[in-house]
C-alpha cells in the first residue's frame, strides 16, 4: 500500500522509503539533519560535510539503507561519526584560539541556543532531539544507538546543567 508520511511529501511502502526513492529522501531529510547537526556540532560547515558524506555514503548502498527501519537515523549516525573524526583530527590542526561559528542560530531562543553550546555533545544531542524534534526517549536511542537508560540518564544530566545556568543567569 502507497501512502504518505506526515510531515513530508514523500511516498514511501509499507512505511519504508521505495529502492529508488534516494532522492526524495534526500529532498526531504537532508534539511532537518543538517540543523539537527548544527545545533550538536556548533559548526555550520562541519554539519553541512557531515551530511554530504553521509548522504554520499547512503546513495552508494540505497538498496540496503532504504531497507532499514530508520534510515534517517542511520544517515545522522553516518554523519556524526563522521563529524566525530574530523574534530578530532582538527583538534591535532588547528592552532589555538581559532574560532568555529556555533551552529546556534537554529534555536529560536538565543540564550538556550548558548546554553546548548556549552553542554557536552552527547548531552546537547538528547535535549536537540528529544525536545527540539520532538522524538521520543525510544526514537533518540534508536537515532543515537544507544539504550533508553543512557538517553535518559544524559537527558536529567543535561537538564540539570541547562537548570542551573538558567538560575545562574538570572
Do not use: C
Request: aromatic share 8%; no cysteine; net charge positive.
Amino acid at each position: 500500500m502507497i501512502g504518505v508520511t506526515s510531515n513530508r511529501d514523500v511516498q514511501v511502502r509499507d512505511g519504508r522509503w521505495s529502492p529508488g526513492g534516494f532522492e526524495a529522501f534526500y529532498r526531504a531529510e537532508s534539511g532537518e539533519i543538517y540543523r539537527t547537526l548544527a545545533v550538536v556540532l556548533r559548526d555550520h560547515d562541519l554539519a553541512r560535510e557531515a551530511v554530504d558524506e553521509a548522504m554520499m555514503r547512503a546513495f552508494e548502498r540505497w538498496r540496503t539503507v532504504s531497507g532499514y527501519d530508520n534510515p534517517t537515523g542511520w544517515v545522522y549516525r553516518v554523519a556524526l561519526n563522521w563529524s566525530r573524526s574530523r574534530l578530532r583530527k582538527r583538534k591535532r590542526e588547528v592552532p589555538i584560539g581559532s574560532t568555529t561559528s556555533t551552529g546556534t542560530d537554529h534555536v529560536a531562543d538565543p540564550e538556550l541556543g548558548r546554553a546548548l553550546a556549552r553542554l557536552s555533545m552527547p548531552h546537547r544531542e538528547v535535549i536537540v532531539f528529544r525536545y527540539l524534534l520532538d522524538l521520543t526517549q525510544e526514537e533518540v536511542a534508536r537515532m543515537l544507538g544507544v539504550p533508553v537508560g543512557t538517553v535518559k540518564s544524559r537527558l536529567h544530566r543535561a537538564l540539570e546543567t541547562l537548570r542551573q545556568e538558567v538560575d545562574d543567569d538570572t
